[in-house]
């Protein structure tokens, strides 16, 4: 893949052990040759963003070149899909989190869609994810659980409906609520409210806020 390069951790050299090296870095050359194109089609098929398949591409090979050395080479497209699979879960997740408390998008809460794009836009510091879960921690469990299954793990309706025991239109429906639930949690987040903060004298409210 043009504009595409991946160096190779195949672990620090000494004498002894370098013949084996350069086994595994000739083995990690042809994987990467053979198999290159394939990840790209799969990170595209998993819902990676087109601008970002050459970084989550590398960060694919960067893991298999680590993890060469305990791999028995008998089914390399499962054991190189299932790298992909993690990888781009994690770029969701990381995307996700980086972007969720952005103004433009909370301003819309109402007009999202029933099935469209993600409604995540924005954490700015790492150190927010705990504001990230105190605010999921605010809604509704069943939504709750859809709305992170679909939104950050990527998991498809038909996938969420079986894991959780409900026809397909119910997630839907409660992703559609999820949405407008959390942004509206976030819309309130960015007018000061502190979804951390102790509850201190409202225990009976704070709960379903």
Known sequence: MAGLSVSVDLGSANHQDSSSRLVR????LTLYDVWCESV???IRALGGPEADRDDIAQEVFLVASRRLHAFDGSNPAAWLYRITQRQVRDFRRRTW????F??????????????GSSPARALERKDNQRILNALLSKMNVDRRAAFVLFEIDGLSGEEIAKIQGVAVNTV?????VARKEFLALVARHQRGYDPT???AGRRGKGART
């Open 25 to 28: 870095r000739t083995q990690f």
């Open 40 to 42: 790209i089609r799969w």
């Open 97 to 100: 989190i980086s972007r969720i």
């Open 102 to 115: 952005t103004r433009d998008h909370t301003d819309a809460v109402e007009a999202l869609p029933d099935d």
């Open 172 to 176: 839907w429906k409660r992703l559609h």
């Open 197 to 199: 903060a102790p509850l």
